[in-house]
């Protein structure tokens, strides 16, 4: 008989070591919790489902902050102890088997401030909520998880806040909240997997317009009433584009659409699945058709490590140019030319193929990621190009992708060698030669 070994205090993730956990998959997320935006006190607790990878005499989950009050495993008390984000749960399972951890929890959410160049992420308290956006790790701000891309679950949410207040979270509305004693209980579902950093519990005072698009997608979009003329324009855009990705990507991958405008000037925007997020300013077509790409790149297919993070921002960057193509208002080619003659000599010493931990939202990320994007559908031509793009947001819906994978894929689909052209503009620090059309 093997000794039952401790689950590891990572996911296996180089560039973040500490993020995510070994020795268990997590499926589901229940998280029931209550906010008070004056006092600055969230709790409750997280129920989270999981199967063990392996025998485990004890496993970790990713927390920062707040004071634990108690662990179970399967109904049991717990043993449980603290250091940084780690909480680690002392237990006694079997390789293979499910089991339930409750956790309940409670205190002021500190979100992660100015660490490298992502500024401040996290749950982060607002004068009437709460503004929160965890990518890359900051879901441990808010609810102990497996913190990591790797690790994708289905989510609910019991969110409990001041009457007048609204908590929005991901996938849709089960009933209609209800209030008792000044406080109103808001129940979202969403039953798609989702990574943690895409989980929100946004909060606030909120002007809500809900809906369907043309295409038939229901769409939720909500805007701070310092922000309410942009609510109509939210979600008339939310929807169109939407239905507009899914002729090009494929058919939309969860059960709603949508966006938030809210007061909190972060300087970007998040794609929370099935709610993209805009901090503080009212975001025009080229970022919600950016945000919308990425409830296929990103949240459908999400990256396995962190390195290969171009598969989102190359992707939602593409296809702004692609957006603005379909609007005459300017040719993905155009937008390409553009790109190439104003990129810095930062961008070309920066391989996105390689995304680096300490500048992970490098311009080149985005635009040199673009950019590599639309020379290859110049090498394979429109007839090659837009099918490989279904193929991959279907072969690897709701999963997880590398690089590797979407090379392989491209080269099967295409019949063509393309290692030169994926070196060049992923992995090389320096500038490509400009690409001509074969095709
Ligand atoms: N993925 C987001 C976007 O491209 C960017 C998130 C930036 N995150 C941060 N902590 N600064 O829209
Ligand atoms: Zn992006």
């Known amino acids: 008989m093997s000794a039952a070994t401790a689950g590891s205090t990572g996911i296996g993730d180089p560039y973040f070591p500490g993020d995510g956990n070994g020795g268990y998959d997590a499926t589901h997320y229940g998280l029931a919790l209550a906010y008070d935006p004056k006092s600055r006190q969230l709790g409750g607790t997280a129920t989270i489902d999981a199967k063990a990878t392996q025998d485990l005499s004890q496993f970790n989950l990713d927390l920062s902050g707040f004071t634990v009050r108690s662990v179970t495993v399967n109904g049991a008390p717990a043993e449980f102890s603290r250091k940084g984000s780690e909480l680690t749960v002392r237990t006694d399972l079997k390789d293979k088997a499910a089991f339930k951890v409750e956790v309940a929890y409670a205190g002021t959410p500190q979100p992660v401030r100015e660490s490298s160049n992502l500024g ?86 909120f002007q809500v317009r809900t809906g369907t698009s043309p295409g038939g997608i229901p769409v939720y979009a909500a805007a701070d009433p310092r922000f309410r003329t942009s609510l109509n324009s939210l979600y008339d855009q939310s929807g169109k584009i939407t239905d507009y990705w899914a002729t090009v990507f494929g058919p939309y991958p969860f059960g709603s659409t949508g966006g938030v405008v809210d007061d909190f000037a972060a300087g970007y925007a998040l794609e929370n699945q099935t709610k993209p997020i805009y901090g ?75 995304t680096r931990p300490n500048d992970l939202f490098n ?74 059309s074969v095709s």
């Open 120 to 205: 401040s992420y996290g749950f982060i308290p607002t004068p009437d909520g709460s503004f929160v956006t965890c990518e890359p790790n900051g879901a441990k701000t808010w609810f102990p998880s497996n913190d990591h891309p790797a690790d994708k679950a289905t989510f609910d949410f019991t969110l409990t806040v001041p009457e007048g207040v609204t908590a929005i979270a991901n996938g849709e509305l089960a009933g209609q909240p209800k209030t008792t004693n000044g406080k109103t209980t808001f129940i979202w579902r969403e039953k798609h997997p989702m990574t943690t950093y895409l989980a929100t519990m946004t909060t606030g005072k």
């Open 280 to 354: 503080g300013f009212e975001p025009d077509e080229g970022i919600i058709a950016h945000e919308l790409a990425h409830q296929w790149f990103g949240n459908s297919l999400s990256i396995t490590r962190w390195k290969d993070l171009w598969l989102n921002e190359g992707f939602a960057t593409y296809a702004e140019w692609l957006w603005s193509e379909h609007r005459g208002q300017g040719t993905a080619q155009q937008q390409f030319n553009d790109a190439y003659a104003g990129a810095t000599d930062a961008i070309w010493k920066y391989p996105p193929g390689e």
């Open 363 to 436: 311009a080149s990320v985005y635009t040199r990621g673009g950019m590599a994007l639309h020379a290859l559908r110049l090498e394979i031509g429109d007839g090659k190009f837009f099918p490989l793009i279904k193929k991959w947001a279907a072969d690897h819906r709701y999963g997880n992708v590398t690089t590797e994978q979407f090379i392989e894929l491209a080269e099967k689909t295409s019949g063509k060698q393309l290692d030169d052209l994926f070196d060049a503009w992923l992995f090389k620090q320096r500038k490509p030669a400009k690409p001509t």
